[in-house]
């Protein structure tokens, strides 16, 4: 049933093909699609040859769709994987909760004092740093993969948050800040959850690291340079939110406006340095009190915020209506903007802009921080299932009055070296948290609000790109430096926003630009030696002497092999060594970035200008006169007609790709291909060139290429084929290994004791490094070997000790695409041994 089905859809889809134009076999002259494969003037079936034959079936649409097809047991993985704590919450246990307890204790002791500080600088009251605290850190456990990463306000989101509040204000100076500010989390968490339900958080693999590096350098110093006026106390008003460069002339010049609130600054600021300087020390002096150290630098902001608090509440007690400094204020008990998040329309209308800026920032920050921490702590994060996180705290952070938020580089720190064990501890932060909301307000009061500029000018100190850290890009690769340097100026000389842009789309540029302009490798052969000390390594594992000069006769082949090096050594190999070149007229070329469309013309426009320096016009006389010569191949000038400068050049015969670094083709390149062999043919005219194709990876490039051709040999318009001759790999279908083959050998061993006098005519001589097999005129050969003579195939038999039944083998691509090979030795060989019969005579 399922048989007359096929054939009927086969049926109809050939007469609509027939109705449409459509060629079904576009340049197959083997026949590919049937069964038989012809070459020159033999024909073999592919049922010749029993033990090996194999014909490759290509992928069709269906496949295609079944590929990209979820299965319901994909679909049932994906649901689970949305909630990656199922994983391991049955495994909790005792000490995985201490070790959360006092990661989750420690955060939630910074992330307070940290998140009034950055409100401020997202234009919020600093009760609202408290809520996107809260919510932060109690939902992201849920969607989790990454134990160290800490959600929750961060200053360079926190900073551009507030410019986007200052935007609106001016187009709506009435419009309350937070509904604006959780419209803007609303929006930016609805945008990373839908990428992250899509699994696409490979997006962010294309933003490079110094560009990140970049954007998060340039952000700091603007940040810093933004809370220096506030640190100093600085009565004189002028705007923090303009460029670096203008708001660090405008501190200093306003500099004798500074009042009283310095001594709380700049004093709350040095000693957040000095007590990370002495913790520090004090552990390389007592390393088995580091642990207490660590604790006592990572409660320094604490420490630090109660101190001054402490004395502002001396200074002020009895003035609060008029205090000595500025204060934090008052600050509410409890979640007192709690409610479903405002939309409004023309608020989102104001600042959908800025929202790819905002978007940017969640991504990359969170993500570049929470794949750090995961190789340092040996575990692997899922970006995608990060975005869902980041996605599903903002949406829901808003509904208890937050704003957007994302992962922090400094809670992250200490979170990792505290000893978190799991996700979980977030929901001890998150205690920590509502606790400080309802317990603590009446103390917010008297915080400085210099000290807080203190704290924040030392926390985002931290993600200041280090010198070391630069003049290592710089070792790596030049123009990342170059990249890294042009993302800082451009946020300090403009805007942050402008610095996202700047250094994404330079990183962008410079991926495509390196793909369009890469440049392809021709190949020659070298033969190599394994060699210990003095001493050549053969496949034994045994040692011979280096130059020591033996018969062929010895049989050595297994002390060599054969690679193949750029002929320019492009590589860094020894410019001492010889690169043979394969055969005159013969170019192995190697893709080094893939093969698609923006790079296609410039790898064929390399190959097709080598070849032509390379080799000489098959028929010199093509053209009879100047006259019929195309303008862009004029030939000799007038009087040279005789010339024979290019006589020396060598014809062109073959052309071997090397497809190791392809994985896709597309239309543009697959035709790019197609025109430059049009090309050479009618140089090498009335000879055409054959294509030989190697380590192609994918079976959907195998399909592209054979639509267009290639694959084997291309027909000679005359009179069809020459002579060719098909060279196949081979391998063992079963091992040396096996119980079958183990079996066999003892056998073989035993019927040859008996019969010592027996001389063996047939057989099979195999090692791990050759295999070679002539059946019916199929020549077959492996990876380092050359095509084995029935001659030397028969004295190698009898030559051998063991008897040896002839494995069993099979073709390992298949015998309809004789031109796809497994390797460039194959693909090398096949082109040798059928460049002399391609050749006719031209007079």
């Not at 307890?101 to 600093?126: D, F, K, R, S, W």
């Not at 070391?468 to 100026?489: C, E, H």
Request: hydrophobic letters at 40%; a neutral charge; glycine letters at 8%.
């Amino acid at each position: 049933m399922f048989g007359n089905s096929g054939e009927a859809n086969s049926s109809i889809g050939h007469s609509l093909a027939k109705v449409l134009g459509i060629k079904l076999a576009y340049r197959d002259p083997l026949g590919a699609t049937g069964e038989t494969v012809t070459r020159g003037e033999s024909e073999f079936s592919m049922g010749t040859v029993d033990t090996c034959s194999y014909n490759e079936p290509e992928p069709t649409s269906v496949d295609w769709i079944r590929e990209i097809t979820p299965s319901g047991r994909q679909l049932g993985r994906y649901l689970i994987s949305l909630f990656p704590f199922l994983t391991w919450i049955g495994n909790y246990n005792l000490t995985w909760l201490y070790g959360d307890l006092v990661a989750g204790i420690t955060v939630g002791a910074v992330v307070v004092p940290q998140g009034m500080a950055y409100a401020n600088l997202a234009e919020l009251e600093v009760q609202y740093g408290l809520y996107s605290s809260f919510m932060g850190v109690l939902i992201y456990w849920f969607f989790a993969t990454s134990k160290d990463i800490t959600i929750g306000p961060v200053a360079v989101m926190s900073t551009l948050t507030g410019t986007i509040v200052i935007k609106v204000h001016e187009e709506y100076p009435g419009y309350p800040s937070h509904l604006i500010a959780s419209a803007l989390a609303i929006i930016c968490g609805g945008i990373v959850l839908v990428l992250g339900l899509l699994r696409l958080g490979f997006i962010v693999d294309f933003i490079s690291l110094p560009a990140i590096s970049a954007f998060m350098t340039g952000s700091a110093i603007n940040i810093c340079a933004g809370q220096v006026s506030t640190m100093l106390g600085e009565t004189a008003k002028f705007s923090t939110r303009g460029a670096t460069y203008m708001v660090i002339i405008n501190t200093l010049k306003h500099l004798p406006s500074s009042s009283l609130d310095a001594a709380m600054g700049v004093t709350a600021c040095a000693m957040l340095y000095i007590i990370r300087s002495a913790c520090t020390y004090a552990a390389k002096k007592q390393p088995a009190r580091a642990k207490m150290w660590f604790f006592i630098s990572t409660l320094r902001t604490v420490f630090v915020i109660l101190f001054y608090t402490m004395i502002s509440a001396a200074t002020n007690l009895h003035r609060r209506e008029h205090p000595a400094f500025k204060l934090l204020g008052t600050v509410p008990r409890g979640f007192q903007q709690a409610a479903v998040p405002t939309m409004d329309a023309k608020v989102i209308k104001a600042f959908i802009g800025e929202l790819p800026a905002a978007v940017i920032v969640l991504l990359i920050e969170h993500i570049a921080i929470s794949k750090s921490f995961g190789r340092v702590n040996n575990y692997t994060i899922d970006p995608s299932q990060e975005f869902v996180a980041i996605g599903v705290s903002n949406l829901l952070g808003p509904f208890l009055g937050g704003y957007p938020a994302t992962g922090s580089f400094s809670r992250t720190a200490i979170k990792s070296k505290a000893g978190v064990r799991t996700p979980l501890a977030g929901v001890i932060t998150a205690a920590v948290v509502l606790l400080a909301i309802y317990a603590l307000p009446a103390l917010f009061f008297y915080i400085p609000k210099a000290s807080l500029a203190g704290v924040i000018i030392h926390a985002v100190g931290d993600l200041i790109t280090p010198p070391n850290t630069v003049y290592q890009f710089w070792r790596v690769s030049p123009l990342d430096a170059i990249i890294f340097f042009v993302g800082v100026i451009v946020t300090v000389f403009s805007s942050i926003e402008n610095g996202i842009y700047c250094t994404v789309c330079v990183s962008l540029a410079v991926l495509l630009f390196r793909v369009a302009k890469a440049r392809g490798q021709f190949l020659g052969r070298v033969t190599i030696h394994s060699v210990v000390g003095d001493h050549l390594l053969d496949g034994d594992g045994k040692y011979g002497s280096l130059g020591t000069n033996k018969s062929p006769s010895d049989d050595e082949d297994h002390h060599q092999r054969t690679i193949f090096l750029p002929i320019n050594h492009t590589d860094g190999s020894n410019p001492d060594i010889e690169v043979e070149q394969p055969l005159p007229g013969i170019f192995i070329y190697r893709f080094s970035e893939g093969f698609n469309y923006p790079n296609a013309n410039h790898y064929t426009d390399t190959l097709v200008q080598t070849v032509f320096k390379s080799t000489r016009r098959t028929n010199p006389h093509a053209y009879s006169n100047r006259g019929e010569r195309p303008w862009n191949d004029a030939g000799p000038r007038r009087g040279k007609e005789g010339s024979d400068d290019d006589s020396h050049l060598p014809l062109l015969q073959a052309v071997i790709l090397d497809f190791s670094s392809v994985n896709n083709v597309d239309v543009t390149s697959i035709q790019n291909l197609i025109d430059v062999r049009n090309q050479l043919d009618m140089y090498a005219s009335p000879r055409t060139v054959q294509w030989h194709f190697a380590h192609i990876n994918n079976r959907w490039t195998k399909r592209g290429l054979a639509a267009a051709g290639f694959g084997y040999p291309t027909p000679v318009a005359s009179d069809g084929f020459h002579r060719w001759k098909p060279i196949f790999s081979v391998a063992e279908i079963e091992g040396n290994a096996s119980a079958a083959a183990h079996a066999e050998i003892i056998a073989n061993q035993r019927e040859q004791s008996l019969h010592k006098n027996t001389d063996i005519e047939s057989g099979l001589k195999s090692d791990s490094n050759t295999l070679a097999l002539e059946t019916d005129g199929i020549e077959t050969a492996s990876e380092n070997s050359e095509v084995v003579r029935e001659d030397k195939f028969n004295r190698d038999i009898t030559d051998s000790k063991p008897y040896q039944r002839r494995p069993k083998v099979a073709l390992v691509q298949g015998m309809n695409r004789p031109f796809f090979h497994i390797d460039l030795t194959s693909a090398l060989q096949s082109a040798v041994a059928n460049s002399s019969d391609m050749i006719p005579h031209v007079e």
